[in-house]
């Protein structure tokens, strides 16, 4: 690296420290915090790490978080690869009109798009109201709402844009060549997807399934105003903790703790896809 380089990367590595590695500092000290009388303490205590290591509800949640995240994950994987599959067959105009129908529910807030499916999924809703006059259903469906269904739904639907655009980038860089070339020797088109299409197309896969991975599982307000009895998540406990619990090292030590697990699942998630991308391409060959 030169020495116009190293400064150049200077601003990036500042801001890297102050926006990354400072917080998490902060949380470490605090997780050894003690409180008394509503006030933070300074002392090299245990006591968190020790309630947490033992507490089967936080482990529950972490694990829950985990859950949600690879559950999005696979299913925006499985919906998004026909439709960016489909993004690169439009001419250009269409791809850019495709492009702004897909992100257009991004542009409205989160709280707007969970009380649009309040709304919906409701028993009052769009959903149960078709199917009762379709006869179809005498009485509304009562799991479309306040549900783990409704928690995978609408987790799925905000953020299948990120994973479709991943693809889809890593999809016009295939050579279409190649995909005819393999259909010319007797490639069946499932043959063509998984031997060709797949292997090319697994970088854009890593970067979707990381991006839908963290921003699922670290989601609060769905889960909270659409799961219901079932819509407790480990973000909320931080959330509590910091706030009315005012148990600021039990929630750096919680926060701390679910920030790792995610980091060693996103790990291994990118670990399995490069080595499934490798085997793929070695059959491929083959």
């Not at 926006?19 to 090299?44: I, K, R, T």
């Not at 409704?150 to 479709?164: D, E, K, R």
């Not at 259909?183 to 069946?188: C, N, P, T």
């Amino acid at each position: 690296m030169t020495f116009r380089q190293r400064h150049l990367a200077l601003p990036v590595a500042a801001a890297i420290v102050a926006g990354c590695l400072a917080p998490l500092a902060v949380l470490v000290a605090f997780s050894f915090y003690e409180v008394e009388d509503f006030e933070l303490v300074p002392a090299f205590s245990f006591r968190a790490w020790g309630e947490l290591a033992f507490s089967s509800t936080d482990w529950f949640l972490i694990g829950k978080a985990v859950l949600s995240g690879v559950a999005t994950t696979v299913f925006t994987a499985i919906l998004g690869y026909p439709v960016a599959l489909a993004l690169t067959r439009l001419a250009a105009s269409g791809k850019g009109l495709a492009v702004i129908v897909l992100l257009t529910p991004l542009y409205t807030g989160e709280i707007v798009r969970i009380y649009a499916w309040r709304i919906v999924l409701g028993g009052e809703g769009l959903v149960n109201t078709l199917l009762q006059g379709v006869g179809l259903i005498d009485e509304p469906l009562k799991f479309l709402l306040f549900s783990p269904f409704t928690i995978a739904l609408v987790l799925t639907y905000n953020n299948l844009p990120f994973m479709v655009l991943a693809i889809w980038v890593s999809a016009e860089m295939v050579d279409r060549r190649l995909i005819e070339a393999a259909r010319d020797l007797g490639a069946r088109p499932i043959d063509a997807f998984f031997r060709v299409i797949f292997p090319l197309t697994t970088p854009g896969l890593a970067a979707g399934s990381l991006t839908v991975f963290a921003l699922s599982a670290g989601e609060m307000l769905t889960p909270s105003l659409l799961g219901g009895t079932s819509g407790s998540t480990a973000m909320a406990l931080v959330d509590n903790l910091f706030g009315t619990a005012f148990d600021w090292p039990l929630a750096s030590a919680l926060a701390l703790a679910l920030l790792a697990t995610l980091f060693l699942v996103a790990s291994a998630m990118a670990g399995l896809l490069l080595r499934l991308k490798g085997a793929r391409a070695v059959v491929g060959r083959v």
